[in-house]
């Protein structure tokens, strides 16, 4: 008993330093730069100085930190869903839809749709498409399931990586250039309406997948044990398919496909704090959200004036991380 209590201790102290670091990432991040910005410039509203940070480094912070917990709170749904700690949010085929989505219109030469960057739309209808394809096939065969999610993912994934190769040999220098550009992933400035909206997205959605927490629970011991305990395994794996998938969608129409972030976050909190996904779901929120931030700051920083994109600076920490984990994992787990 007090070792369960214990537990809890530790997992509420985690999840006030995961508040607090997305906390401070809000306040500090927005600083740091190329080129410093003076704080009483800021306080009196005088240019250059606070229309830089307003406008392009504050902006660019919270779409990091929206960005960053999004993904990370997907890829601990993905992962409980899938039952695989190795799973991200782009196993289950959404990125792949959206990047398609999103590389179609940049090859078909349109920059803007209705005065907004036509890769959101893009990006938007390819992972509405994957949606509505996936579950719609659980709809005619009356059960939707980790094993089938996963193959249809591959199988997508498989399908929309060869559509983007045709698409970028044909669709010329600059093009192609743009198309490697948006894959990398990165984080830019973007407006506070586009901004409150994806906190909106994020919010709703966040709160939906937490309230089934107990239910993520049961399911990580196996299906037959979660329907035993009265959780519909096909309501509430086609509802958090949909919830993780609009999450992902979302944030990449915004920031281009960012990998890893997904990965190794809600890996360390279940790992390191608690597979409770009470405490697993926002821990990796708040944490996954202040990584992804401290990233793109450093790509501003590292090797300035030139900037790497925070995709990039992700990868160059998710790669060796991965490699670490799958070497770590004991024979019985890789059987």
Not at 132 to 153: D, E, M, Q, Y
Not at 288 to 293: M, P, T
Request: charged share 10%; proline share 4%.
């Amino acid at each position: 008993m007090s070792s369960l209590h214990e537990m809890s201790s530790v997992s509420r102290r985690t999840l006030a330093v995961a508040i607090f670091t997305f906390a401070a990432s809000v306040v500090l991040l927005p600083w740091i730069g190329p080129s410093p910005i003076n704080l009483a410039n800021v306080l009196h509203r005088q240019a250059p100085d606070c229309d830089i940070f307003i406008q392009l480094r504050l902006t660019r912070t919270l779409l990091a930190l929206l960005a960053g917990g999004a993904l990370s709170l997907a890829g601990s749904l993905f992962q409980a869903m899938l039952r695989d700690a190795l799973a991200t949010p782009y196993t289950l085929g959404i990125t792949g839809g959206a990047s398609l989505g999103a590389v179609a219109v940049i090859a078909g030469g349109w920059p803007t749709i209705w005065g907004l960057p036509g890769t959101w739309f893009g990006a938007l209808a390819g992972a509405f498409s994957v949606i509505g394809l996936v579950i719609g096939s659980s709809l005619h065969s009356r059960r939707i399931s980790a094993f089938s999610l996963l193959l249809t993912g591959i199988a997508i994934n498989s399908v929309c990586a060869a559509c983007i190769v045709i698409l970028g040999g044909y669709a010329g220098m600059s093009r192609s250039f743009s198309i490697a550009h948006w894959l990398i992933g990165s984080i830019d400035s973007t407006s506070y309406l586009s901004l409150a909206v994806l906190a909106c997205v994020v919010m709703f959605l966040g709160a939906m997948i937490l309230l089934q927490a107990r239910s993520w629970n049961l399911l990580a011991v196996g299906e037959l044990w979660a329907a035993s305990r009265g959780v519909r395994i096909t309501t509430v794996m086609r509802t958090g398919y949909i919830a993780g998938s609009i999450l992902v969608a979302a944030t990449i129409a915004l920031t281009g496909p960012i990998g890893f972030v997904g990965l190794i976050v809600p890996h360390l909190v279940r790992t390191k704090v608690s597979a409770d996904y009470r405490i697993l779901l926002p821990s990796a929120f708040f944490f996954g959200g202040s990584l992804l931030a401290t990233c793109d700051t450093l790509g501003r920083v590292v090797i300035a004036p030139a900037e790497i994109p925070a995709g990039a600076m992700l990868a160059l920490i998710g790669g060796p991380y991965l490699i670490w984990v799958i070497r770590q994992r004991k024979p019985l787990e890789e059987a």
